[in-house]
């Protein structure tokens, strides 16, 4: 079963322009989420994370939004750069748990 | 450079055999997961273990094992492999026995491993 959900495979914004990537979860148990960033041939990265007591997070051009009634976030990205182009995952954490569940990852390809 | 390291980066092996995946977690970390990642799927997650004992096990197949030395480095031993297992399988590791609000966990580069 699919527990973090990321509908969009691929996703394709100008320079300057705002990144949404989105993400729905399913288990209610869930209160902490994170996104990572892949690039070709090298491990995921940390970008942001976001506690369940918080609805939104920043750091720098990268946003992430919290809605728990609706078990969705998203991750915004203003302004958009060719250097952001890359997978997106996005992954959630239970309370005192022992792994992170990852989503399918959403491809972001930034055009100049 | 997250200071999780993996070897080998590439294997290619046949039907039937058998492989051992290496990884090294970062200085003063004591969990290390195993995660695969096939064609087109997410990260799925194997199996963790924090200073030596397993903690999680996740869609890991009977034909697959793991285990933590001493020293804290993993291996992933992968048995009569099949053409489906051909996949990344990355390592990751993080301070903690749980993943907390406020942490994270930290990837290696991977292993790509190609069955023919």
């Known amino acids: 079963d699919q527990q973090v959900k990321q509908n969009s495979p691929s996703l394709s914004v100008q320079e300057g322009r705002i990144s949404i990537l989105n993400c729905d979860y399913t288990?209610?148990?869930?209160?902490?989420f994170l996104w990572y960033k892949k690039y070709p041939a090298e491990g995921p990265t940390f970008l942001i994370s976001i506690s369940s007591i918080k609805d939104k997070n920043e750091d720098g051009r990268f946003t992430v939004f919290l809605n728990k009634s609706a078990k969705h976030l998203s991750l915004h990205i203003v302004p958009s750069q060719p250097g952001d182009s890359a997978v997106y995952f996005c992954a959630a954490s239970a309370r005192y748990g022992n792994k992170l569940v990852f989503g399918a990852g959403t491809i972001l390809r930034v055009k100049s | 450079d997250s200071g999780v390291t993996q070897t080998p980066k590439h294997l290619i092996t046949a039907t039937g055999q058998r492989v051992t995946l290496r990884c090294s977690p970062r200085s003063g970390d004591l969990s290390v997961y195993w995660y695969q990642q096939s064609l087109d799927q997410g990260l799925q997650f194997l199996i963790h273990y924090y200073n030596g004992e397993e903690r999680a096990k996740g869609n890991i197949l009977e034909r697959f094992s793991a285990q933590q030395f001493p020293d804290l480095h993993s291996e992933l031993n992968l048995s009569s492999l099949e053409l489906g297992d051909s996949a990344l399988y990355f390592c990751?590791?993080?301070?903690?026995?749980?993943?907390?609000?406020?942490?994270?966990?930290?990837f290696g580069e991977g292993s790509w491993l190609t069955v023919v």
């Open positions: 990751a590791s993080s301070v903690d026995p749980e993943v907390r609000t406020g942490n994270t966990i930290y």
């Open positions: 288990n209610s148990m869930f209160d902490y």
